[in-house]
């Protein structure tokens, strides 16, 4: 039997970031969690039993808002996609977003991604992964908090289908660079394709809240495809 990567790593991709949830976010943090939410459990999930539809997975690590990932499940209701993220007044939004939509192709997680990822996905059942404008941490000292890794690239590939893909995109071009060495140096995926851009040539994706700040500054923006290599 194929065994899990339990990606026991002490360090954090991620600092809470203050921020009041609005009550409006709070109301949809307790009528509508019901709804779109999965309590974190440790135990892995049965993909086929949490959506009504057959469809393939779409999982985004960090969605911030939410507003592209409800975006993103509206466009595609034949797929399913799950979103995981950490800051509340984020999945408040997000909830209230998924709402407006009416869609029911959408479930939520508020949890440490590198442990729902390691605990609760299954092997080979994700379609595509998503990880949109991940933190930077700029400072050479906080890149070991920096979420692309081998280990999570090993954790991704494990999970993704055969033919399913990472799409990452960053406006920090630092972090680009990272990000071709580390996914280079990793036997799991191939480049299927790159683009850097200026906010006008987002690679399947919209733009996002993060995006936008980026393109505030000046920052360009890079994309990537990385299709998951056969074993
Ligand atoms: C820079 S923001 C980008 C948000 C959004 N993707 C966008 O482009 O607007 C990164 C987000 O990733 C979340 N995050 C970082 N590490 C995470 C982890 N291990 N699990 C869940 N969320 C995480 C943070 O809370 C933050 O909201």
Redo the contacts with the bound molecule.
Sequence with gaps: MQEQNTHKRSI???VK?SGRLTPSQQKALLELWPVYGIDYSGVALDLQGVFTNPGSVVLE?????GE?LVQQAVESPEKNFIG????EP?VGHCLLKAREAGIGNLRLLA????EVLSQQIPLASLSRVNL????PWPKKRHHKRR?VQQDFLDLIAERLETGGTLNIATDWTPYAEYIDETVSRSSRFTCNESREHDGDQPLDRPR????QRGLKKGHRIHDWCFRRSTD
């Excluded at 690590?61 to 808002?65: A, E, Q, R």
């Excluded at 995981?84 to 800051?87: L, R, S």
């Excluded at 949890?111 to 590198?114: I, V």
């Excluded at 996002?208 to 995006?211: D, G, I, N, S």
Aim: charged share 25%; no cysteine; aromatic share 18%.
């Design positions: 954090r991709s991620f970031r690590i960090g969605f911030g808002n592209t995981i993220e950490v800051h984020g949890h440490d991604a590198l949109y404008f991940p933190d979420i996002t809240k993060f995006e």
